[in-house]
């Protein structure tokens, strides 16, 4: 089988096609290469060229089937894939189909009628000359009673007065009469109406008698009347032939009436029996049937084009003269639906010509109604397929990335609002990409905003002999508003910063920044006051061993300065908590300003606590504030924590985390290296945050004296 898919690949590659997938389409692709293998077989001579013809043949057949559901589906396919294509299909099979079904049942229904209606009138014409024939023969039987019973028996011959005064124009065509009495026939005079094909009366013949009767494969309108007189039986027959002049007769004014004797509708042949005639059996008969066959009456040629031919056959009662049983004869009536009309309203022809007039008039306007419902169909279905156009013309154009393309609608439905909506939607994507692109731009400077806030902060661990330090920042959002810093001096000085400003985010980090800049500007203005010349600032810049901590000795002083630049370089509303310290290695004093950051906590070695509360309010809110300063002396083994309100505040439904959760933490794991300690504080804050999200920035500084 993989091979057999290769081969069709390869095949269909070559036409530049994809291969067939489904079966019915592999079925056709290999029929086809089956009946190409034969077709060149049937050149072959002789006798394998015929096979080969024969299974080309067969081969073909099988494939003009397997491709009929192919052609379906593409057909389908391509006709169907416009919306207003399957509109219309839609409205034919629920609008039209039933339509002309009804038309079509109406027309059969009315074709049936007009024909069992011609059968009717053809029927009644004929019972009509045969009431005529059965009244006339009744007189002629009591005239001939009468007249024999004067006569006492020995009349041989009768005159029929009333046949002999009247013209044959003015009454019967080729009319017949015969007379028997007490079994013995009686000459009739004039010699025209003897009939002489009668010899003898039947045994089942009845007084008043009146049908079609079949004799010698003839058709005759015959009647019998019997008259008992002076114990005289008198019976007279009348007959006449249905002859073509007395079909025209019956037919006039109803078309042409086809009356075939040897064909009967009670026919007791089997179908076996007709099936095994021989040819010449079959010619014979049909010989026979037009022989016989009797046809009479004019068809007049169509009114209109709608004048059709009714032709209609239906089975004509008769009696076999012979054995008096009952027989049905074929009978062909052609007419059409204005002469029926006609005999219909026969009686009434000016109410005819109305109601056919109202007729004309209801299906003229009943066509009109059908053209305005055709024409509001087809602006519906217009303003569907608009609509449906326009929206897959917009998808188009929005996968071409043109967003601002709009729908233009000036309706007011459903189909105009699913406009209005898509029109809103694109809108709305145009809008949801532009704030997408400005976000990505957002993220981008935030990103390139974290890395340089990132190498604000400390970037090598830094180290004294005395004393060991660690600092970290988790930011609540992408960058910080807190802010810590080491700034060593010589080998046994170091200047701690830690703040946090008022805020989050881009704001509070461009503060930080600032705060940041303003810090270490300070520091080298320390460093400038002890190295006045330039030449000696330039040596002191290149090395950490300078003595540029002789101000921030002084944090209080340094703090004023930094309250008054904030306060003057920024908005009303922003400020900055910020502690300070210098921290003398040599002589393990700890000097420090708090300007409204959360005070600092030394953990004794003893486990005892010391709060860093001395200093003032916060930096950059009130101009010309003053600051004090504390002192305080390390020990070894002695921790100092410092850390943010992202420390602290954050809680859940036991409150807030606290400074007592902090030093517990602490405390258990004093023992650890400061980053151990660090990792141990923040688990614990995340434990005690949760699942929720990190309310502030969290800043951790810790120093322990060794």
């Known amino acids: 089988m993989g091979r057999l ?37 049937k050149f072959l001579p002789g006798t394998a060229g015929s ?36 509109l219309i299909v839609t409205y034919l099979l629920m609008g039209l189909a039933p339509l002309v079904l009804f038309v079509m049942l109406a027309i059969i229904s009315l074709y049936m009628f007009s024909g069992q209606f011609a059968i009717f009138a053809a029927t009644a014409a004929m019972n009509t000359e045969l009431e005529h024939i059965a009244t006339n023969n009744r007189d002629f039987s009591l005239h001939v009673a009468h007249v024999e019973d004067a006569a006492r028996g020995t009349l041989k011959e009768i005159t029929l007065p009333e046949i002999q005064d009247t013209s044959p124009e003015q009454t019967f065509f080729n009319l017949k009469v015969s007379v028997f009495q007490d079994g013995r026939q009686i000459g009739v005079l004039p010699a ?70 040897n064909v009967g509708l009670d026919d007791s042949q089997s179908a076996e029996a007709v099936a095994t005639r021989s040819e010449a059996d079959k010619k014979l008969l049909k010989q026979e049937v037009r022989a016989f066959t009797i046809t009479g ?101 929005i996968d071409k990335g043109n967003l601002a393309h709009r729908i233009k609608v000036t309706r007011n439905d459903q189909l105009a609002t699913l406009s209005h909506s898509f029109n809103r939607m694109t809108s709305s994507l145009e809008r949801l990409l532009a704030e997408q692109r400005e ?43 807190d802010y810590y810093d080491f700034l060593v001096f010589r080998d046994s000085a170091l200047g701690i910063a830690l703040g946090d400003i008022s805020g989050k985010g881009i704001s509070a980090a461009l503060l930080m920044a600032t705060l940041h800049s303003a810090v270490r500007a300070y520091r080298f203005a320390g460093e400038e006051l002890v190295a006045p010349n ?92 003053d600051y004090e300063q504390g002192t305080e002396t390390l020990y070894s083994g002695d921790i100092v924590i410092a850390y943010s ?36 504080v923040m688990h614990a804050l995340r434990a005690w945050i949760g699942s929720q999200e990190q309310p502030d920035d969290i800043t951790l500084v810790l120093a322990r004296q060794r």
Not at 57 to 69: D, E, G, H, K, S
Not at 235 to 258: C, F, H, Q, W, Y
Not at 582 to 602: A, E, F, I, R, T
Request: with cysteine; proline share 5%; glycine share 6%.
């Open 5 to 41: 898919r290769d081969f069709e690949i390869k095949i269909f590659r070559r036409l530049h096609r994809e291969a067939p997938a489904s079966k019915v389409h592999r079925t056709a692709f290999w029929l086809l290469m089956l009946y190409l293998a034969l077709s060149l077989g």
């Open 534 to 625: 330039p030449a000696k600032l330039g040596a002191a810049l290149k090395s950490d061993d300078n003595e540029g901590g002789v101000l921030f000795e002084d944090p209080a002083r340094v703090l004023a300065m930094l309250n008054r630049h904030l306060y003057r370089s920024t908005q009303p509303e922003k400020y900055a908590t910020l502690f300070l310290a210098h921290y003398d290695g040599n002589s393990h004093q700890l000097v420090y300003s708090n300007g409204g950051q959360l005070p600092p906590l030394v953990l004794r070695a003893d486990n005892s606590v010391t709060r860093l509360d001395c200093g003032g309010t916060v930096v950059g809110l009130i101009d010309g504030a």
């Open 439 to 481: 976000k990505e731009r957002m993220q981008n400077e935030l990103a390139i905003a974290q890395e340089v806030q990132a190498n604000l902060f400390p970037q090598s661990r830094v180290s004294m002999p005395m004393l060991d330090l660690y600092g970290v920042c988790y930011p609540a959002r992408s960058v910080s508003g």
């Open 192 to 261: 025209r109406v003897s009939d002489h094909e009668i010899d003898s009366v039947p045994a089942w013949a009845k007084d008043r008698f009146r049908a079609v009767v079949l004799d010698h494969n003839k058709l005759y309108l015959r009647a019998i009347d019997i008259q008992e007189l002076d114990g005289h039986r008198t019976i007279v027959i009348s007959s006449m032939p249905l002859e073509k002049g007395n079909v025209d007769r019956v037919a006039r004014g109803l078309g042409t009436i086809t009356v075939m004797p």
């Open 297 to 397: 009456g004019i068809l007049p040629k169509p009114q209109n084009f709608y004048d059709v031919t009714v032709r209609f056959y239906a089975p004509l009662e008769t009696i076999d003269w012979t054995t008096g049983k009952l027989h049905e004869t074929l009978t062909q009536v052609n007419s059409r639906p204005s002469l029926l009309y006609q005999r219909l309203f026969i009686t009434s022809l000016k109410i005819a010509a109305i109601v056919q007039d109202l007729l004309i008039g209801i299906a003229i306007f009943f066509g009109l109604l059908e053209l305005i419902a055709f024409f509001m169909a087809m602006r519906l279905n217009r303003t569907i397929t608009r609509s449906v156009n326009d929206l897959y013309d917009a998808t188009v154009a």
């Open 645 to 680: 309100d992202g420390v602290t505040e954050p809680e859940n439904e036991f409150g807030d985390f606290g400074e007592e959760r902090l030093l517990e933490v602490v405390r258990r794991h004093r023992h650890l290296p400061l980053e151990a300690i660090s990792e141990q």
């Open 51 to 86: 096979i080969f013809e024969t299974l080309s043949v067969l081969t073909f057949l099988l494939l003009l089937a397997a491709c009929l559901p192919l052609v379906w589906r593409w057909v389908f396919g391509r006709l169907l894939w416009k919306v207003r294509n399957r």
